[in-house]
């Protein structure tokens, strides 16, 4: 069942994973409940197994297609995994200048998309923190993390 949920998955995380956020579906509470409620079944050695083999493979895949032009200013250039976090690379082109809130703004975005998807709030809800780094022509410009805990009503139960 959990590598179903995962396959079901992949288009919306290759979204994130290219920052792309796409419209999000209404995920209310009572569907996030019903993910929780599915990951606080899995047995010790399913939950092993996503997290040690099912999702680095899956990384692995969006990885292979780097670096990815997104838009006019900004190139995916990797995504890694390291237990039990999944993190994308951004490269911004030289000259674009940013106002402050940006990195702000971007992360906002992003939890929206994750947190109202089902395949990517199940990934959230395995205890995997994204993280987002994103790098100017001659400096870093910012990075964030998004964790179960960014989604509004979303406590895990354990």
Known sequence: MWRHSLRLGAAAFAIVATSQAALAQQFGPAERQAVLDRIAALSQG???????????????MLNRGMPARLDEVTTATAVT???TVVEYNYQIDEGVTFGPGMIDEQKAILVRTLCNQEDTFYILALGVTMMYHYRGAKADIGTFDIVIADCPAS????
């Open 46 to 60: 399913d939950l092993e197994q996503i997290l040690t083999v099912v999702i680095p493979d899956f990384v692995g």
């Open 155 to 158: 406590t895990p139960t354990k």
């Open 81 to 83: 995994y390291a237990p």
